[in-house]
């Protein structure tokens, strides 16, 4: 429990740090800034896709090689691999803007901001990943609550001294860059590039997948929700504001849930009790979201609470599925794993893509029938090969072999 919540920190303040300051600068500079969030929200699972891969992939690969080389090397390669794709991005900017339906001269200084500091906190993230597997949760907790501190106090001060974006972006970048250039210094001391990116794709293969099609699901979903009218569109960018953070820090369910596979420690009732604690405090910390900052908008009540209820659903169903099916990848077969999850995710891409003319719950919808299969699925291929026992603990059924997980 102590390990889950110390990791749900550090991704609570990696998500509320920039829902905060979009809020902070939409009332001081242009209330139009908070609308950055919404454009560069699919550039997230980009930043998700790199970390499965060069963070969480290369410490797996790490303790199942045991080869410790490979997190540095990792990191090295995800440092210049994410920063050509985020390069990419900023250099092409205004057409990405454009795509999502928005003006660049409105938002092109702060969409240019978050690509580049997306890069920045990546490579701050791996160093945190590489930590968290070496069990040095109080050093990364300290990391982050300084990175965070920082980029926050810098953005928002500099933005009452000075009206002029370039500055404000320019101050805060360079910031956590010097911070993070410090942290990377003082915790990857040796440089390797000798890294395997095809192997550390295979074992965190399902959380990539996922992301990837994710991308495009919020890539064009949000777009064809949005079509309905302000009322709708309005509804979804504030339920995915009181949201946001929460899924965020529900990814700390199967980073734990990875560590202690790995580590030959997983225990079932014990893990479904904590994820379950961690899930209702979510829950409950929207609820308070939603209740504080309604007055600040123009909403449809009735819409929103639609929308935010169906949420809700989707959190209840995630350790359902989601720490069985993490046993599955790194125990039995990343195959079947990525398949039931991939399968998942493209069934809920059609379901936008076929019902996102028809209505604007289509994306809510599809995520809770997606989870609904994955639970079922998983459940099938868990249960017909392993059972629980009373410890906790899992084995492979027909044999007297212990898996020692």
Known sequence: ????????????????SPIISWFTLSLIL??????????TYPLQFVWLMLRDIFGVGANLVSIKVRNPKIINAGIFTGLIFSGIIFGLVALNIDKFIIFMNADPSIYRDFCLYITLQLWIQLVFCMILDKLYYQDENKTANKYSLTFNLLNFI?????????KNSKIIISA?????????????IREVRRVSFRFNILRSIKINSMDFGENLILFFVYLFGIGKAFSFGEEYALAITFVTLITDIQWDVATAIPVKAKIDIAKKRMNFPKSY???YVLIFVLILSSIIAFVSMKNFYDLNLGISIIFVV???LAFLLYPQYRLKLDFIQLKFSAKIATFIKSSAMAFRLLLVIVFGPITPLALSIAQVLAQLYQVI??????????????????????SKIKLRV
């Open 154 to 162: 810098v953005l928002i001060g500099t933005s009452f001294l000075t």
């Open 273 to 275: 009790k904590n994820s």
């Open 377 to 398: 699925f998983v459940n099938l291929v868990f249960n017909r090969r392993y059972k629980i026992l009373s410890t906790g603990r899992a084995i492979r059924k027909k």
């Open 30 to 39: 242009d209330s139009r800034l908070i609308n950055v969030f919404s454009i």
């Open 1 to 16: 429990m102590k390990q889950l919540f110390q990791i749900g920190f550090d991704l609570t303040l990696a998500s509320l």
């Open 172 to 184: 805060t970048l360079l910031t956590i860059f010097a911070f993070t250039l410090f942290v990377f």
């Open 310 to 312: 169906i949420e809700y």
